[in-house]
């Protein structure tokens, strides 16, 4: 097996022509971390992960892999292996075939490829399909064989770029902890390319949150849900309120709409302020609560009621009830209702 081992980006940058993809990125995942790299399309996370991998050339910057600079290094020699997001199996391959095909391409003689490629199907839990194409397997399936495809080199980091795009929402879930318990399993690194909120949520020890080719922030998932850095983050992350804010008299601060809070939890300097959708307050129109809304929309999610909320002057605001909480004094469209937030449930951001 190979060691786990730390990866460290210096300064990272990737420029194609006058675009830069990636704008000198640093960032250090620590040996054994199942790392989601997370943000919008086109903010620089596959080409991140394509540069680790060395099917990217940086333009500037280091990559670092256990001590030792891989930045120049050819993909093979790395110590990384790529799962991408189609597999990209061979079809005309059998799956130990394809398992077994980067051992080939080593020069290992055939009885130990097969013994070794046949080892890695039984760690995913494919070994009764190693005869088989990839076209006689299922999504999950394949995806397990190109896992062992990966892992079979024996990689201190695996690189996957959105692994699970491919499959159903619900096989998409369940594939998701697998790769969990596997990453658990192996004791090394997976560096996840996704831009779904939920999967990196789901998956990370450590979240990076990636807009316009730089991080805006690397923290563990309930950091980063608790105290997003940023407006982009806690906007991008789902499940806030985002608003801009001035500073007013006294210690509080202005809402676009000149409504004055309490400024509590809010430092002076603040631009932003975030609230989750799930510590809104709402209550019956009248209630000692700063604002007065009018209700947009109701939507009833199971265990929560996501109500959507317009206050005038402000931008469109959402609160996530409890389902009990919501059917013990439900609200409707066009409902005026009092709408705030304890002051200790308001995060600035600068
Ligand atoms: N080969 C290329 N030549 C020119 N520009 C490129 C090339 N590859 C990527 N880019 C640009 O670099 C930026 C980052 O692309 P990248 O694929 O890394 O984004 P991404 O975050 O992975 O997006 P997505 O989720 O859509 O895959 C984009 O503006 C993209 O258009």
Not at 4 to 23: N, S
Not at 129 to 152: D, K, M, N, T
Not at 240 to 248: T, Y
Request: proline share 5%.
């Amino acid at each position: 097996m190979a060691k786990a081992a730390e990866i460290e980006l210096v300064a990272l940058t990737k420029r194609y022509g006058g675009v830069t993809a990636v704008d000198g990125i640093s960032l250090r995942i620590p040996a054994g971390t199942y790392c989601c790299l997370l943000g919008p399309s086109g903010c620089g996370k596959t080409t991140t992960l394509r540069m680790i991998a060395g099917h990217e050339q940086a333009s500037e910057g280091d990559i670092i892999l256990g001590g030792e600079n891989i930045t120049d290094l050819p993909p093979a020699r790395r110590g990384t292996a790529m799962m991408f997001q189609s597999y990209a199996l061979f079809p005309h391959l059998s799956c130990l075939d394809n398992v077994a095909f980067s051992l080939r391409m080593r020069g290992v003689g055939k009885a130990e490829r097969r013994d070794r490629a046949a080892e890695m199907l039984r760690r995913v839990e494919m070994e009764r399909f190693a005869e088989r194409l990839p076209a006689q397997l299922s999504g999950g399936q394949q995806q397990r064989v190109a896992l062992a495809r990966a892992l079979i080199t024996d990689p201190s980091v695996v690189l996957l770029d959105e692994p699970l795009s491919a499959l159903d929402p619900f096989l998409r879930v369940r594939m998701r902890e697998e790769l969990k318990a596997l990453q658990e399993r192996l004791g090394i690194s997976f560096v996840h390319v996704t831009h779904s909120q939920d999967e990196a949520m789901a998956l990370s020890d450590l979240v990076v949150v990636m807009n316009n080719g730089r991080i805006e922030q690397a923290a563990t998932a309930r950091e980063v849900f608790n105290h997003p850095a940023t407006a982009f983050v806690a906007r991008f992350i789902g499940g806030h309120n985002v608003l801009e804010v001035a500073p007013g008299p006294d210690g509080t601060v202005l809402l676009a709409n000149g409504a004055a809070l309490d400024g509590q939890g809010a430092p002076a300097r603040a631009r932003h302020i975030a609230v989750r959708a799930d510590r809104m307050l709402v209550r019956r129109s009248g209630a000692a609560l700063p604002l007065e809304a009018t209700v947009r929309s109701v939507e009833y999610l199971g265990a929560t009621v996501a109500v959507g909320l317009a206050v005038e002057g402000l931008e469109p605001l959402s609160a996530t009830l409890p389902e009990a909480a919501f059917f013990a004094d439900p609200v409707r469209p066009g409902q005026r209702v009092a709408l705030g937030w304890r002051a200790e449930d308001m995060h600035g951001i600068a």
